[in-house]
């Protein structure tokens, strides 16, 4: 019996352990992800400014298809936080919002 005891407490802590370790993972890519977004967000306030003060049409075009392209990583950052890590979601409507 103590055998059989010893046996499910090592089994049951091995799988808390590889689950807990799982969590904290996610949670570390989803913040990660999160400060990849940020980024973006300020590289499309960078690239938003270039068009703004550009003159020359062929590179304004460039700088469109930066901010279109900045634009989709910053989406795919956000909803990859949110799949890692759903307890996040609820802070991460905040920048779902900032779109």
């Known amino acids: ?3 059989a005891a010893g046996l499910y407490s090592s089994i049951e802590a091995k799988r808390i352990d590889t689950w807990y370790s799982l969590l904290i993972d ?3 890519k989803s ?3 999160i400060n990849a977004a940020r980024s ?3 590289r499309y306030g960078l690239f938003l400014y270039g068009l703004i003060v550009e003159t020359d ?5 460039m700088l469109n298809t930066q ?3 900045t634009y989709t990583e ?8 949110e799949r890692l890590y759903p ?3 609820s802070r991460l409507l905040h920048y779902r919002q900032l779109r």
Do not use: G, T
Not at 57 to 61: D, G, I
Not at 74 to 81: F, K, L, M, T
């Open 40 to 42: 973006s967000v300020m």
């Open 1 to 3: 019996m103590v055998v």
């Open 26 to 28: 996610n949670e570390i």
């Open 31 to 33: 913040v990660y992800n």
């Open 57 to 61: 049409p062929a590179r304004m075009q």
């Open 67 to 69: 901010l279109e392209d």
């Open 87 to 89: 307890a996040y979601i």
């Open 74 to 81: 910053y989406q795919a950052r956000i909803a990859e936080a």
